[in-house]
Protein backbone atom coordinates (compact mmCIF):
# COMPACT_ATOMS: atom_id res chain seq x y z
CA UNK A 1 0.00 0.00 0.00
CA UNK A 2 0.94 3.79 -1.21
CA UNK A 3 1.54 6.06 2.00
CA UNK A 4 -0.08 9.55 1.07
CA UNK A 5 1.55 12.41 3.05
CA UNK A 6 -0.87 15.24 4.00
CA UNK A 7 -0.04 17.15 1.00
CA UNK A 8 -1.03 14.48 -0.96
CA UNK A 9 -4.72 14.51 0.36
CA UNK A 10 -5.07 18.22 0.48
CA UNK A 11 -4.30 18.33 -3.44
CA UNK A 12 -5.82 15.32 -4.21
CA UNK A 13 -9.10 16.98 -2.32
CA UNK A 14 -8.97 19.80 -4.43
CA UNK A 15 -8.84 17.87 -7.82
CA UNK A 16 -12.00 16.05 -6.33
CA UNK A 17 -13.58 19.28 -5.68
CA UNK A 18 -12.52 20.45 -9.32
CA UNK A 19 -13.90 17.23 -10.43
CA UNK A 20 -17.33 18.39 -9.07
CA UNK A 21 -17.91 20.95 -11.35
CA UNK A 22 -18.58 18.23 -14.22
CA UNK A 23 -21.37 16.24 -12.35
CA UNK A 24 -23.91 17.62 -13.99
CA UNK A 25 -22.50 17.85 -17.59
CA UNK A 26 -20.21 15.10 -18.48
CA UNK A 27 -22.44 11.87 -18.49
CA UNK A 28 -21.57 9.77 -20.41
CA UNK A 29 -17.95 10.71 -19.42
CA UNK A 30 -16.97 10.44 -16.12
CA UNK A 31 -16.41 13.77 -14.07
CA UNK A 32 -12.76 14.23 -13.54
CA UNK A 33 -10.93 16.92 -12.06
CA UNK A 34 -6.53 17.63 -12.44
CA UNK A 35 -4.31 19.75 -10.39
CA UNK A 36 -0.49 20.57 -11.21
CA UNK A 37 1.65 21.32 -8.07
CA UNK A 38 5.50 22.68 -8.65
CA UNK A 39 7.51 23.97 -5.73
CA UNK A 40 4.33 23.50 -2.94
CA UNK A 41 2.17 25.81 -5.57
CA UNK A 42 -0.31 24.89 -7.40
CA UNK A 43 0.28 26.09 -11.31
CA UNK A 44 -2.31 24.82 -13.29
CA UNK A 45 -5.90 23.14 -12.52
CA UNK A 46 -8.80 21.46 -14.61
CA UNK A 47 -11.34 19.72 -15.02
CA UNK A 48 -13.38 17.96 -17.50
CA UNK A 49 -16.57 19.82 -18.68
CA UNK A 50 -18.27 17.48 -21.43
CA UNK A 51 -17.83 14.67 -23.42
CA UNK A 52 -15.99 15.22 -26.63
CA UNK A 53 -14.34 18.05 -25.13
CA UNK A 54 -10.88 18.06 -23.81
CA UNK A 55 -9.87 15.80 -20.68
CA UNK A 56 -9.20 17.24 -17.31
CA UNK A 57 -5.39 16.68 -17.47
CA UNK A 58 -5.24 18.55 -20.45
CA UNK A 59 -6.97 21.90 -19.57
CA UNK A 60 -4.46 21.95 -16.63
CA UNK A 61 -1.70 21.14 -18.39
CA UNK A 62 -2.48 24.17 -20.69
CA UNK A 63 -3.13 26.20 -17.67
CA UNK A 64 0.50 25.07 -16.30
CA UNK A 65 2.44 25.98 -19.26
CA UNK A 66 6.27 25.20 -19.06
CA UNK A 67 5.45 24.79 -15.34
CA UNK A 68 4.49 21.71 -16.04
CA UNK A 69 8.06 20.26 -16.20
CA UNK A 70 8.93 18.50 -13.01
CA UNK A 71 5.89 18.88 -11.37
CA UNK A 72 3.44 16.67 -9.67
CA UNK A 73 0.02 16.21 -11.58
CA UNK A 74 -3.39 15.04 -8.61
CA UNK A 75 -5.76 13.55 -10.90
CA UNK A 76 -9.35 12.57 -9.61
CA UNK A 77 -8.89 9.20 -12.21
CA UNK A 78 -6.30 7.47 -14.39
CA UNK A 79 -5.54 9.08 -16.95
CA UNK A 80 -6.49 7.65 -20.67
CA UNK A 81 -4.16 5.87 -22.56
CA UNK A 82 -6.44 5.49 -25.25
CA UNK A 83 -7.64 7.43 -28.56
CA UNK A 84 -11.14 8.46 -27.79
CA UNK A 85 -12.95 11.52 -28.76
CA UNK A 86 -9.99 12.99 -28.00
CA UNK A 87 -6.24 11.76 -28.15
CA UNK A 88 -4.67 10.10 -24.93
CA UNK A 89 -3.93 12.11 -21.92
CA UNK A 90 -0.97 10.06 -21.05
CA UNK A 91 0.74 11.37 -24.09
CA UNK A 92 0.44 15.10 -22.86
CA UNK A 93 1.76 14.25 -19.25
CA UNK A 94 5.30 12.94 -20.96
CA UNK A 95 5.01 15.72 -23.37
CA UNK A 96 4.73 18.08 -20.62
CA UNK A 97 7.91 16.63 -18.73
CA UNK A 98 5.33 15.66 -15.36
CA UNK A 99 7.80 13.84 -12.57
CA UNK A 100 5.17 12.18 -10.94
CA UNK A 101 1.27 11.36 -11.50
CA UNK A 102 -0.72 10.24 -8.24
CA UNK A 103 -4.00 9.45 -9.14
CA UNK A 104 -7.07 8.74 -6.78
CA UNK A 105 -8.61 5.46 -8.65
CA UNK A 106 -7.47 3.56 -11.66
CA UNK A 107 -9.63 4.05 -14.46
CA UNK A 108 -12.93 1.01 -14.66
CA UNK A 109 -13.07 1.39 -18.43
CA UNK A 110 -11.16 -1.79 -19.89
CA UNK A 111 -9.68 0.45 -22.42
CA UNK A 112 -7.37 1.97 -19.58
CA UNK A 113 -7.80 -0.18 -16.50
CA UNK A 114 -4.17 0.50 -15.22
CA UNK A 115 -2.46 1.04 -18.04
CA UNK A 116 -2.45 4.53 -17.99
CA UNK A 117 -0.46 4.29 -14.95
CA UNK A 118 1.63 1.22 -16.70
CA UNK A 119 2.91 3.41 -19.21
CA UNK A 120 3.39 6.81 -17.68
CA UNK A 121 5.72 3.90 -15.88
CA UNK A 122 7.44 2.75 -18.64
CA UNK A 123 8.18 6.68 -20.12
CA UNK A 124 9.74 7.05 -16.23
CA UNK A 125 7.03 9.08 -14.65
CA UNK A 126 6.85 7.93 -11.12
CA UNK A 127 2.73 6.97 -10.27
CA UNK A 128 0.70 5.97 -7.13
CA UNK A 129 -2.80 5.25 -7.17
CA UNK A 130 -5.54 5.02 -4.21
CA UNK A 131 -5.12 8.65 -2.70
CA UNK A 132 -9.56 9.46 -1.40
CA UNK A 133 -10.35 6.46 -3.71
CA UNK A 134 -13.32 6.07 -1.88
CA UNK A 135 -14.59 9.53 -2.89
CA UNK A 136 -13.69 9.52 -5.98
CA UNK A 137 -15.27 6.55 -6.88
CA UNK A 138 -18.49 8.06 -5.16
CA UNK A 139 -18.25 10.81 -7.84
CA UNK A 140 -18.14 8.67 -10.25
CA UNK A 141 -20.20 5.86 -9.04
CA UNK A 142 -22.75 5.67 -11.96
CA UNK A 143 -19.67 5.45 -15.04
CA UNK A 144 -18.09 2.86 -12.34
CA UNK A 145 -21.66 1.23 -12.05
CA UNK A 146 -21.75 1.12 -15.65
CA UNK A 147 -18.15 -0.15 -16.90
CA UNK A 148 -17.75 -2.97 -13.91
CA UNK A 149 -21.37 -4.06 -13.63
CA UNK A 150 -22.76 -3.17 -17.49
CA UNK A 151 -25.44 -1.46 -15.93
CA UNK A 152 -26.47 2.94 -14.52
CA UNK A 153 -26.43 3.57 -10.87
CA UNK A 154 -30.16 3.41 -10.00
CA UNK A 155 -31.52 6.27 -7.63
CA UNK A 156 -35.07 5.59 -6.55
CA UNK A 157 -36.67 9.27 -5.55
CA UNK A 158 -39.69 9.22 -3.30
CA UNK A 159 -41.73 12.26 -2.15
CA UNK A 160 -44.30 10.79 1.51
CA UNK A 161 -45.98 11.72 4.17
CA UNK A 162 -44.90 11.32 7.76
CA UNK A 163 -46.59 7.86 7.41
CA UNK A 164 -45.08 6.52 4.45
CA UNK A 165 -48.11 7.22 1.94
CA UNK A 166 -47.06 8.14 -1.63
CA UNK A 167 -51.07 9.45 -2.67
CA UNK A 168 -54.52 9.40 -1.29
CA UNK A 169 -56.96 6.17 -1.98
CA UNK A 170 -57.92 8.24 -5.78
CA UNK A 171 -54.28 8.75 -7.07
CA UNK A 172 -54.30 12.17 -5.98
CA UNK A 173 -50.06 12.79 -5.27
CA UNK A 174 -49.77 16.87 -5.72
CA UNK A 175 -47.87 18.10 -3.72
CA UNK A 176 -47.18 16.40 -0.67
CA UNK A 177 -43.44 18.05 -0.53
CA UNK A 178 -42.85 21.59 -0.70
CA UNK A 179 -41.42 23.56 -3.24
CA UNK A 180 -37.79 23.03 -2.04
CA UNK A 181 -37.87 19.31 -1.93
CA UNK A 182 -39.15 19.72 -5.81
CA UNK A 183 -36.48 22.10 -6.46
CA UNK A 184 -33.95 19.76 -4.98
CA UNK A 185 -35.30 16.42 -6.96
CA UNK A 186 -34.01 19.03 -10.00
CA UNK A 187 -30.46 18.62 -8.97
CA UNK A 188 -31.27 14.98 -8.63
CA UNK A 189 -32.61 14.97 -12.36
CA UNK A 190 -29.92 17.19 -13.47
CA UNK A 191 -26.93 14.17 -12.09
CA UNK A 192 -29.06 11.54 -14.47
CA UNK A 193 -28.42 10.29 -17.61
CA UNK A 194 -32.42 8.65 -17.83
CA UNK A 195 -35.45 9.40 -15.89
CA UNK A 196 -37.49 6.29 -15.74
CA UNK A 197 -40.88 6.35 -14.73
CA UNK A 198 -44.05 3.96 -15.69
CA UNK A 199 -47.24 4.28 -17.72
CA UNK A 200 -49.26 4.54 -14.73
CA UNK A 201 -47.13 7.84 -13.14
CA UNK A 202 -47.56 8.73 -16.43
CA UNK A 203 -51.42 8.27 -16.79
CA UNK A 204 -52.28 9.88 -13.22
CA UNK A 205 -49.64 12.69 -12.92
CA UNK A 206 -49.02 13.39 -16.55
CA UNK A 207 -45.53 14.71 -15.50
CA UNK A 208 -42.99 15.93 -17.95
CA UNK A 209 -39.56 14.73 -16.03
CA UNK A 210 -37.86 17.55 -17.26
CA UNK A 211 -34.67 19.61 -15.84
CA UNK A 212 -35.97 23.02 -15.76
CA UNK A 213 -33.56 24.60 -13.03
CA UNK A 214 -31.60 27.34 -15.40
CA UNK A 215 -28.81 27.24 -12.29
CA UNK A 216 -27.50 23.70 -13.11
CA UNK A 217 -24.69 23.53 -15.86
CA UNK A 218 -25.64 20.95 -17.53
CA UNK A 219 -24.26 22.21 -20.94
CA UNK A 220 -27.00 21.19 -23.40
CA UNK A 221 -27.12 17.97 -21.94
CA UNK A 222 -30.99 16.51 -21.50
CA UNK A 223 -31.35 13.28 -19.62
CA UNK A 224 -33.54 10.85 -21.83
CA UNK A 225 -36.70 10.22 -20.28
CA UNK A 226 -37.56 6.54 -20.34
CA UNK A 227 -41.57 5.15 -19.63
CA UNK A 228 -41.76 1.50 -19.33
CA UNK A 229 -44.95 0.43 -20.30
CA UNK A 230 -45.68 -3.06 -21.05
CA UNK A 231 -49.10 -2.35 -22.87
CA UNK A 232 -48.56 0.92 -24.78
CA UNK A 233 -51.01 2.96 -22.62
CA UNK A 234 -49.09 6.39 -23.17
CA UNK A 235 -51.62 9.12 -24.79
CA UNK A 236 -49.92 10.97 -27.44
CA UNK A 237 -50.69 14.20 -25.41
CA UNK A 238 -48.74 12.91 -22.69
CA UNK A 239 -46.33 16.25 -21.90
CA UNK A 240 -43.49 13.46 -21.15
CA UNK A 241 -43.42 13.61 -25.26
CA UNK A 242 -42.51 17.07 -25.05
CA UNK A 243 -39.23 17.87 -27.49
CA UNK A 244 -38.64 15.29 -30.09
CA UNK A 245 -35.94 12.19 -29.85
CA UNK A 246 -36.03 12.61 -25.91
CA UNK A 247 -38.30 9.99 -24.77
CA UNK A 248 -37.58 6.59 -25.05
CA UNK A 249 -40.59 4.07 -24.65
CA UNK A 250 -40.17 0.31 -23.98
CA UNK A 251 -42.76 -1.89 -24.32
CA UNK A 252 -43.32 -5.84 -25.30
CA UNK A 253 -44.49 -5.55 -28.67
CA UNK A 254 -43.00 -2.45 -30.33
CA UNK A 255 -44.44 -3.24 -33.83
CA UNK A 256 -47.86 -2.26 -33.43
CA UNK A 257 -49.37 0.77 -34.95
CA UNK A 258 -49.94 2.67 -31.71
CA UNK A 259 -45.78 2.01 -31.26
CA UNK A 260 -46.24 3.97 -34.98
CA UNK A 261 -48.23 6.75 -33.69
CA UNK A 262 -46.15 7.71 -30.84
CA UNK A 263 -43.03 7.37 -33.36
CA UNK A 264 -44.61 9.91 -35.25
CA UNK A 265 -44.68 12.31 -32.70
CA UNK A 266 -40.94 11.49 -31.87
CA UNK A 267 -40.97 9.27 -29.07
CA UNK A 268 -38.42 5.76 -30.11
CA UNK A 269 -40.36 3.08 -29.24
CA UNK A 270 -38.61 -0.19 -28.32
CA UNK A 271 -39.44 -3.72 -27.62
CA UNK A 272 -38.12 -5.17 -24.08
CA UNK A 273 -38.61 -8.65 -22.66
CA UNK A 274 -42.05 -9.00 -20.49
CA UNK A 275 -42.01 -10.99 -17.26
CA UNK A 276 -45.54 -11.70 -15.17
CA UNK A 277 -44.98 -8.42 -13.63
CA UNK A 278 -43.89 -5.91 -16.23
CA UNK A 279 -40.87 -5.61 -17.95
CA UNK A 280 -37.61 -7.23 -17.42
CA UNK A 281 -35.80 -4.64 -15.26
CA UNK A 282 -32.84 -6.25 -15.79
CA UNK A 283 -33.20 -6.24 -19.57
CA UNK A 284 -34.25 -2.56 -19.05
CA UNK A 285 -31.25 -1.37 -17.36
CA UNK A 286 -28.83 -3.51 -20.11
CA UNK A 287 -30.01 -1.28 -22.56
CA UNK A 288 -29.88 1.83 -21.33
CA UNK A 289 -26.22 1.04 -20.13
CA UNK A 290 -26.01 0.34 -23.80
CA UNK A 291 -27.18 3.54 -24.54
CA UNK A 292 -24.24 5.06 -22.06
CA UNK A 293 -26.55 6.08 -19.34
CA UNK A 294 -24.42 5.87 -16.41
CA UNK A 295 -27.19 7.05 -13.44
CA UNK A 296 -30.72 6.87 -13.91
CA UNK A 297 -32.99 8.49 -11.25
CA UNK A 298 -36.51 6.49 -11.19
CA UNK A 299 -39.16 8.52 -10.25
CA UNK A 300 -42.61 6.57 -10.58
CA UNK A 301 -45.13 4.82 -8.17
CA UNK A 302 -45.71 2.08 -5.71
CA UNK A 303 -45.51 -0.65 -8.50
CA UNK A 304 -42.33 0.06 -10.23
CA UNK A 305 -40.59 1.41 -6.97
CA UNK A 306 -41.66 -2.02 -5.21
CA UNK A 307 -40.52 -3.96 -8.49
CA UNK A 308 -37.20 -2.10 -8.32
CA UNK A 309 -36.41 -2.84 -5.15
CA UNK A 310 -37.69 -6.66 -5.03
CA UNK A 311 -35.24 -7.53 -8.02
CA UNK A 312 -32.83 -5.34 -5.94
CA UNK A 313 -31.89 -3.44 -8.81
CA UNK A 314 -31.87 -0.23 -6.39
CA UNK A 315 -28.41 1.65 -4.96
CA UNK A 316 -29.62 4.49 -3.36
CA UNK A 317 -33.01 5.60 -2.48
CA UNK A 318 -34.04 9.59 -1.62
CA UNK A 319 -37.40 9.67 0.38
CA UNK A 320 -38.60 13.68 0.61
CA UNK A 321 -40.88 13.42 3.74
CA UNK A 322 -43.03 15.75 4.48
CA UNK A 323 -44.78 16.43 8.32
CA UNK A 324 -48.51 15.16 6.73
CA UNK A 325 -50.26 12.35 7.82
CA UNK A 326 -52.11 10.80 5.34
CA UNK A 327 -54.12 7.86 7.06
CA UNK A 328 -54.16 4.14 6.12
CA UNK A 329 -56.40 4.27 2.92
CA UNK A 330 -53.86 6.10 1.20
CA UNK A 331 -51.08 4.52 -0.76
CA UNK A 332 -47.90 3.36 0.21
CA UNK A 333 -44.60 3.90 -0.96
CA UNK A 334 -43.64 -0.16 -2.84
CA UNK A 335 -46.06 -2.38 -3.65
CA UNK A 336 -44.32 -5.82 -2.59
CA UNK A 337 -45.74 -9.44 -2.53
CA UNK A 338 -47.05 -9.63 1.16
CA UNK A 339 -43.93 -10.97 3.33
CA UNK A 340 -44.38 -14.42 5.66
CA UNK A 341 -41.44 -14.37 7.34
CA UNK A 342 -39.49 -10.98 9.02
CA UNK A 343 -36.21 -12.18 7.39
CA UNK A 344 -37.30 -11.86 4.12
CA UNK A 345 -37.67 -7.92 4.48
CA UNK A 346 -35.29 -5.49 2.50
CA UNK A 347 -32.72 -4.06 4.13
CA UNK A 348 -31.73 -0.71 3.59
CA UNK A 349 -29.07 1.86 5.77
CA UNK A 350 -29.22 5.45 6.56
CA UNK A 351 -26.60 7.46 4.66
CA UNK A 352 -28.22 10.97 5.23
CA UNK A 353 -30.97 12.70 6.99
CA UNK A 354 -31.23 16.59 5.79
CA UNK A 355 -33.99 19.30 6.45
CA UNK A 356 -34.54 20.22 3.08
CA UNK A 357 -37.21 23.71 3.43
CA UNK A 358 -40.29 22.11 5.76
CA UNK A 359 -39.36 18.42 4.48
CA UNK A 360 -36.81 15.90 5.40
CA UNK A 361 -34.60 14.28 2.85
CA UNK A 362 -33.39 10.64 3.62
CA UNK A 363 -30.71 9.11 1.89
CA UNK A 364 -30.64 5.00 2.08
CA UNK A 365 -28.85 2.43 0.19
CA UNK A 366 -28.91 -1.18 0.41
CA UNK A 367 -27.56 -2.81 4.25
CA UNK A 368 -24.16 -4.31 2.71
CA UNK A 369 -24.20 -7.70 3.42
CA UNK A 370 -28.18 -8.34 3.38
CA UNK A 371 -28.70 -10.42 0.42
C1 LIG B 1 -9.02 11.16 -18.49
N1 LIG B 1 -9.37 12.44 -18.16
O1 LIG B 1 -10.87 14.06 -17.92
C2 LIG B 1 -11.63 11.94 -18.58
C3 LIG B 1 -11.26 10.60 -18.87
O2 LIG B 1 -14.03 9.86 -25.74
P1 LIG B 1 -13.13 10.58 -24.81
O3 LIG B 1 -11.84 10.99 -25.48
O4 LIG B 1 -13.78 11.75 -24.11
O5 LIG B 1 -12.68 9.54 -23.69
C4 LIG B 1 -13.60 9.08 -22.77
C5 LIG B 1 -12.96 8.08 -21.86
O6 LIG B 1 -11.80 8.64 -21.26
C6 LIG B 1 -13.86 7.69 -20.70
O7 LIG B 1 -14.64 6.56 -21.00
C7 LIG B 1 -12.88 7.42 -19.59
O8 LIG B 1 -12.32 6.12 -19.68
C8 LIG B 1 -11.80 8.43 -19.87
N2 LIG B 1 -12.16 9.70 -19.20
N3 LIG B 1 -9.96 10.27 -18.78
O9 LIG B 1 -7.84 10.85 -18.50
C9 LIG B 1 -10.62 12.87 -18.20
N4 LIG B 1 -12.90 12.37 -18.66
ZN1 LIG C 1 -7.80 11.51 -20.98
Redesign the pocket.
Known sequence: MTEFSADDHHYMARALDLARHGLYS?P?????G?VIVRWGQVVGEG??GR????????VALEDAGHTARGATAY?S????S??????P?IDALVAAGVARVVVAML???P??NGS?LQQLEQAGITTAHGVLAAEAAEINRG?VQR?TNGRPWVTLKLGASLDGRTALADGTSKWITGEKARADVQRLRARASAIITGSGTVLADDPMLTVRDPDLEMRGRRPLRVVLDSHLRTPANAQVLCFANSTLILTRDAATAAADELREIGARVERIAGTASGLDLDAVLERLAALECNEVLVEAGPTLAGEFVRCGLVDEIVVYMAPVVLGHAARGLFNLPQLERMCDRCEFEWRGVEHVGDDLRLTLRPKRGAT
Open positions: TPNPSVCFHAGGPHAEVILEPCHHGRTPCDPNRVGFM
